[in-house]
Structure formats: C-alpha cells, structure tokens
C-alpha cells in the first residue's frame, strides 16, 4: 500500500494540527493504521494505533488525552488530531499500515513522513 501523509507545520505550543494519511494499493479497510514519530536524534516511536475495523485505538501515555486518531474507509484516509501540542511532540510524524490484514501490531508499509514543530 502506497501511503502520503500531510497536515504537519509550525504551531506555537498548545496549538492544534490534524494530519491526514491517505492510502491507496489495497482495501483499506482491511488494514490496521498507525502513527509514529521521530525526534531528531531519537528513535522513532509509536504514537497511535487504530484497527482496521474501527474498534479499538491505542495511544502512548505522552499524547493520552491530547491526541485522537480516526479512520475514513470511504476515503481510504486515516487522521490525527493533536491538541495542546508541545514541544516535545516536535518530530517527523509517519503513518503506517499493518502488514497483513485483519492484524495488528506489525507494520508493513511507511509513509513519507510530515514535520510537526512545536514553539515554545
């Protein structure tokens, strides 16, 4: 599956950005998504996880509360809404897709990532 994910920018903290990953190769909604981020000089790290059936979500203890991740199968799209943004949340943010369908937990397919910079 081919992924392009957008909606990153500069925002002063406390600010709100949604990005968006839209896919397309597959059927949609038959994959499990996520996000994941990489600060500079850091690993990259989860961030947030949706199934492919719209049930379940999971998020990393630091954006609990501020983050919310959806889905849009009819447009083969998946979101991140960030609210309260800190500087710490500063990164390259990418968008995944499971590697096999009907699963989760392992990733296959990477987007290019977007840049999400938080002043202080």
């Known amino acids: 599956v081919q992924l392009q994910a957008s909606g990153g920018g500069l925002v002063q903290a406390g600010g709100y950005l949604r990005l968006s990953c839209a896919a397309s190769?597959?059927?949609?909604?038959?994959?499990?998504m996520g996000w994941f981020r990489q600060a500079p000089g850091k690993e990259r790290e989860f961030v947030s996880g949706?199934?492919?059936?719209?049930?379940?979500?999971y998020y990393t203890n630091s954006v609990k509360g501020r983050f919310t991740i959806s889905r849009d199968n009819a447009k083969n799209t998946v979101y991140l809404q960030m609210h309260n943004l800190k500087p710490e949340d500063t990164a390259v943010y990418y968008c995944?897709?499971?590697?096999?369908?009907?699963?989760?937990?392992?990733?296959?397919?990477w987007g290019q990532g977007t840049l999400v910079t938080v002043s202080s």
């Open positions: 190769g597959r059927t949609f909604s038959w994959y499990s």
């Open positions: 949706i199934t492919w059936n719209n049930v379940n979500t």
């Open positions: 995944a897709a499971a590697a096999a369908p009907f699963d989760y937990g392992r990733w296959g397919s």
